[in-house]
């Protein structure tokens, strides 16, 4: 079975522009979540997708957004890049129908922004 | 308030030592521990979890973990280390009616020394 898969694996972006990550869950996964990984604040908990609707949402502004298709491929769009938003992206998915699932992590995206 | 603290940001040993890697959480709900491991440039795998049950979960490669809830501790230990265990590893909780969002401690590296 394929793993997560995350495109692009290397983005670089300079301040102001937008940027769209790509995630694609593990085949019957249904649930798609995010999170950004710094040096300074570690991982953090962007939002998580199931079954196409936002089912919870971190403390990030709303520049962070994000939507999830009926194939279960999510994508994440920060607007509006600031330099503090250089990150590794990681997506992770599950089932998403029980407590307590294992999430499943993509290599991530690491995000420059110049 | 729900959180999870790694006491300590580096761990260094030399081969063969054993060690213990710290990881403590505050939650007023039932919760889900897990261990993920993260090596350069990649993404985060599972190394264990707990979800009920027996309070000692195993990894498969001799790693194991033991839930203490009194002490709300889920310290992670390894009897006799190789090279190859360097790497970062993240404590993660999912607490109990947050399907789908982990909350991370801030990682511990081991420095597995020859």
């Known amino acids: 079975k394929a793993g997560v898969t995350q495109t692009p694996r290397y983005l670089i972006k300079t301040r102001g522009q937008q940027v769209t990550l790509s995630c694609s869950p593990i085949?019957?996964?249904?649930?798609v979540s995010w999170y950004q990984q710094t040096p300074g604040q570690g991982l953090q908990f962007l939002f998580e997708?199931?079954?196409?609707?936002?089912?919870n949402k971190g403390n990030f502004p709303g520049r962070f957004s994000g939507r999830q298709f009926s194939n279960s491929r999510s994508e994440m769009n920060v607007s509006t890049l600031e330099l503090g938003d250089s990150a590794l992206y990681l997506c992770?998915?599950?089932?998403?129908?029980?407590?307590?699932?294992?999430?499943?992590f993509g290599p991530g995206t690491r995000l420059l922004v110049l | 308030a729900q959180s999870v603290t790694q006491l300590d940001s580096q761990v260094p040993v030399f081969e063969e030592a054993p060690v213990e890697l710290r990881c403590n959480y505050s939650?007023?709900?039932?919760?889900?521990l897990f261990w993920y491991v993260q090596y350069p440039n990649q993404g985060l795998q599972l190394l264990l979890k707990?979800?009920?049950?027996?309070?000692l979960v195993e990894s498969i490669n001799g790693f194991e973990a033991e839930f203490n809830k009194s002490q709300t501790s889920f310290h992670l230990r390894k009897p006799s280390v190789h090279i190859s265990d360097t790497a970062e590893y993240f404590c993660?909780?999912?607490?109990?009616?947050?399907?789908?969002?982990?909350?991370f401690g801030q990682g511990t590296t081991l420095q597995v020394k020859p």
């Open positions: 085949s019957g996964h249904r649930s």
């Open positions: 993660a909780v999912s607490f109990s009616g947050n399907t789908g969002k982990l909350i």
């Open positions: 997708y199931f079954s196409e609707t936002q089912r």
């Open positions: 992770a998915s599950s089932f998403g129908d029980r407590e307590g699932e294992t999430q499943y």
């Open positions: 707990y979800l009920s049950g027996s309070t």
């Open positions: 939650s007023s709900v039932s919760v889900y």
